[in-house]
T-cell receptor
């Protein structure tokens, strides 16, 4: 019940295209859903986050869409750029405390 | 701010040896997390501390792993004895705690156990 399922495992998008990564969860106690971005050789860094009382959050080219009834959320990267090539992790927090459960990651490659 | 500091950045050791990983969280942060990242298992939470107290160690693989946080500015993760399957990147992260959920990750320690 603590799992966060993420897909796809890898994604190749053309420059200027839209990248979409999906996550699903089971635990209805989750109350905070961040996305982290990780470049090779670096630690993950917070990209954008959403709470379940909001259906969408946008920051620049990055948008989280949240569907509470379906227990799904997704990251959309508009106008994808080669510099966006990285691994993206969704995560969820809940059940008390500030422990995060991470998805398995999506390796995104944006080609010229 | 210097960010989360981890040392060493790389560690190569032989099976059976003791390994100690070190972490200095961001000053003022009350929560500290240890993660392990592998290709097979992804990013796993091993243990986390609030105000230097271990809160959840359910992710610690077995008794060979131990973690301490003697004060607000230092934590260690120890593996004794180490095994080849412990080879991974170990990350330390910290957050302010309370309503601040953002976890700031260190650069990681890449551990190879031969």
């Amino acid at each position: 019940q603590q799992q966060v399922k993420q897909s796809p495992q890898s994604l190749i998008v053309q420059k200027g295209g839209i990248s979409i990564i999906n996550c699903a969860y089971e635990n209805t106690a989750f109350d905070y859903f961040p996305w982290y971005q990780q470049f090779p050789g670096k630690g993950p860094a917070l990209l954008i986050a959403i709470r379940p009382d909001v259906s969408e959050k946008k920051e620049g080219r990055f948008t989280i869409s949240f569907n509470k009834s379906a227990k799904q959320f997704s990251l959309h990267i508009m106008d994808s750029q080669p510099g966006d090539s990285a691994t993206y992790f969704c995560a969820a927090r809940g059940g008390g405390g500030n422990k995060l459960t991470f998805g398995t990651g999506t390796q995104l490659k944006v080609e010229l | 701010d210097a960010g989360v500091i981890q040392s060493p950045r790389h560690e190569v050791t032989e099976m059976g040896q003791e390994v100690t990983l070190r972490c200095k969280p961001i000053s003022g942060h009350n929560s500290l997390f240890w993660y392990r990242q592998t290709m097979m298992r992804g990013l796993e939470l091993l243990i986390y501390f609030n105000n230097n107290v271990p809160i959840d160690d359910s992710g610690m693989p077995e008794d060979r792993f131990s973690a301490k946080m003697p004060n607000a500015s230092f934590s260690t993760l120890k593996i004794q004895p180490s095994e080849p399957r412990d080879s991974a990147v170990y990350f330390c992260a910290s957050s302010r705690g309370g309503l601040e959920e953002t976890q700031y990750f260190g650069p990681g320690t890449r551990l190879l156990v031969l």
